[in-house]
């Protein structure tokens, strides 16, 4: 009886095979794929709280920091008390990541600043997360200031690598932006694109901070391991679909 419904199994598969249907194990077994796929996602957002998430320094995200209906992380700069104050300041995760590829969208305000901080090495001598971590620039190119200065603008390795191209999107839109950062190998997409690739702790690593205005800040660009962080730059930025897969 087992062979006889082993044989029938075998010929349901074949015949399955030559009508292009699927049975259901096959079916099965592709729903298992894709569930594995997606489960080396993580995301760092869970919509309504800043859980995972503290305010650079330590203690609590300032309540300048918001979450609105759709789920995104917003800096509410008009009622807020300046710029890194204590009801606002940079955010970062509690979580440390060495090598990993973050993706997420961003959308700034007209005339606005703001930008994702990596490798951020936590520690009391350091003020600012961009003292040891670099930065994929958020910006209005169109509108403010620092889009004057090469390596400033959006999609930038701010103040190391200008973009290749420019595939920014005007203020108030979305951009999809990633980071990938793979044993030394960086790659920075801005909406589709790689706008920046290059490789970290090299000889020509050092050259490019030694040229740069992070030259006096020993500890920038030298840490293997950090938490990602989200500028408060003063201005009204937004941050949704924030994913990480650990490489």
């Not at 330590?58 to 009801?87: P, R």
């Not at 970290?200 to 950090?226: C, H, N, Q, Y």
């Amino acid at each position: 009886m087992k062979k006889t419904y082993l044989a029938i199994a075998a010929l349901t598969g074949i015949l399955a095979s030559c009508t292009g249907e699927k049975t259901v194990e096959t079916e099965a077994i592709e729903t298992t794929e894709v569930q594995e796929e997606t489960s080396e996602w993580i995301s760092l957002s869970d919509g309504a709280t800043f859980d995972g998430w503290h305010k650079y320094g330590g203690g609590e995200v300032g309540k300048a920091w918001k979450i609105d209906g759709e789920g995104a992380i917003y800096l509410d700069a008009v009622n807020k008390d300046g710029w890194q104050t204590g009801d606002g300041g940079d955010i970062v995760t509690d979580e440390e990541f060495d090598n990993f590829h973050f993706k997420y969208d961003w959308k700034i305000a007209q005339n606005g600043n703001s930008g994702v901080i990596f490798y951020v090495h936590e520690a009391p001598e350091y003020q600012y997360p961009w003292n040891t971590g670099m930065e994929m620039q958020v910006l209005d190119n169109e509108g403010h200031p620092d889009a004057k200065i090469i390596s400033h603008r959006a999609g930038d390795l701010y103040d190391l690598i200008v973009s290749s191209e420019e595939t920014v999107k005007p203020y108030g839109e979305w951009n999809h932006a990633e980071i990938i950062a793979d044993h030394g190998k960086l790659e920075l997409i801005l909406n589709g694109t790689t706008v920046v690739s290059t490789t970290l702790w090299t000889p020509e690593w050092e050259a490019l901070i030694a040229d740069s205005k992070f030259k006096d800040m020993p500890g920038f660009g030298t840490f293997k391991k950090g938490r990602i962080s989200l500028q408060d730059h003063g201005d009204l930025v937004y941050f949704k679909n924030l994913l990480i897969k650990k490489l």
